[in-house]
């Protein structure tokens, strides 16, 4: 059963409602070393980051925000741990949301004051619950960390922001077993209408927790749960970028970009197939429109089997035809086969996207 998502807005990003999921990532630079953390988003950004997230942990930290942001050109979410104090400095220098959890900080008179100037201001709160962060009061009351008690903490996180008369927020749930995370955020999307952040949390290095990743994001996603995302890896932030558009794409619900379609290969295989496919990974433009895009080894299953494509590249004993729609619009050798590619999918997104 689907149930309307509140709409918010992180900075000029929206977030539930209609509007189309979003993919973030966290830092990992120390935030006041404000040349690599910006180095660092800059570097997502060009693989399609929507919103960034960083650690703020000192005062230094929080006056760094302004700096970062004449520089990156993405939403700046603070994450406080504790002290209210940080917060009302990230405020302060510019952050467009902050994640706290309510129950952890350490004033209940800085909570009050926080809220008042997030609203004064128009600037939301990630409330994240994971496993690690369930009190032991709602631990012993659930028996254990589950399900149970992971929806429990989160709905009396979000129960006292709204005591606050505060409803600007977006909610994460996370676990890094599978199963728990998406019982957990289906429990609570029945419960609350707040957008989801979904993410497996520690979900390994990056092979590991891409798959880990898609598989529970995707069964979420897939049921209309869901409306920003975090592909949490080992690894450097880029990598969750790539990991949570591809998962976006592969479900079809990527607000741009290209979508994918190659053959495995096989014994019908004409050409170096695989290094083509890398080539074309390495060069493939970003665009504006979303489109279909078909690479196949072979002209007798490949333009079948990649008729749904926008455009479609299939392999010849000869060169290539490209296709669009299915109808072949052009031959020409494996050597011209990238470029004519490439070539195609600016026109067609020029057309799609009327630029
Ligand atoms: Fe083999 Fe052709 Fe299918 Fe590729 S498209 S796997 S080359 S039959």
């Not at 989801?196 to 979420?220: F, V």
């Not at 495995?264 to 496919?277: F, K, Q």
């Not at 079948?304 to 669009?324: N, P, S, V």
Request: aromatic share 4%.
């Amino acid at each position: 059963m689907k149930v309307e998502r509140k709409k918010i807005y992180v900075g000029d990003v929206a977030i539930g409602g209609n509007a189309p999921v979003t993919v973030q990532t966290m830092t990992n630079t120390i935030t006041s070393d404000v040349e690599s953390t910006v180095q660092q988003i800059l570097l997502c950004e060009k693989y399609g980051l929507d919103l960034v997230r960083a650690a703020v942990n000192n005062e230094e930290d929080a006056k760094a925000i302004k700096e970062i942001k004449k520089r990156i050109h993405v939403p700046f979410i603070a994450d406080i741990q504790y002290d209210y104090r940080l917060a009302m400095w990230a405020v302060e220098n510019g952050a467009d949301c902050i994640r706290i959890n309510p129950g952890n900080m350490n004033s209940k008179n800085g909570l009050k004051e926080l809220v008042k100037a997030l609203s004064e201001k128009n600037i939301p709160i990630r409330v994240g619950v994971n496993s690690g962060s369930i009190s032991r009061e709602i631990i012993d009351r659930f028996h254990g960390v589950n399900v149970d008690s992971l929806v429990a903490s989160a709905i009396e996180e979000v129960e006292t922001l709204e005591d606050l008369n505060f409803t600007n927020m977006k909610v994460a749930i996370k676990s890094s077993d599978i199963y728990t995370s998406v019982a957990a955020y289906r429990k609570f999307y029945m419960l609350k209408e707040y957008p989801l952040h979904l993410g497996i949390t520690e979900a390994g290095p990056y092979e590991q927790g891409s798959i880990k990743s898609a598989i529970g994001l995707g069964i979420l996603l897939a049921e209309g749960i869901g409306n920003t995302i975090r592909v949490s890896l080992t690894d450097d932030p880029y990598k969750e970028v790539i990991a949570g558009k591809l998962i976006l794409s592969s479900l079809n619900l990527h607000g741009k970009g290209i979508n994918l379609i190659s053959c495995p290969t096989c014994a019908r295989t004409n050409g170096e197939m695989i290094a083509l496919v890398q080539e074309f990974l390495k060069r493939k433009p970003e665009i504006q429109s979303k489109l279909n895009i078909a690479i196949m080894g072979c002209h007798v299953n490949g333009p079948g089997e990649a008729r749904e494509a926008d455009l479609g590249l299939a392999m010849t004993k000869q060169g290539a035809h490209l296709f669009r729609k299915g109808k072949k619009i052009q031959s020409c050798s494996r050597e011209e086969a990238v470029d004519i590619l490439i070539d195609a999918i600016i026109k067609l997104d020029g057309e799609k996207s009327g630029n």
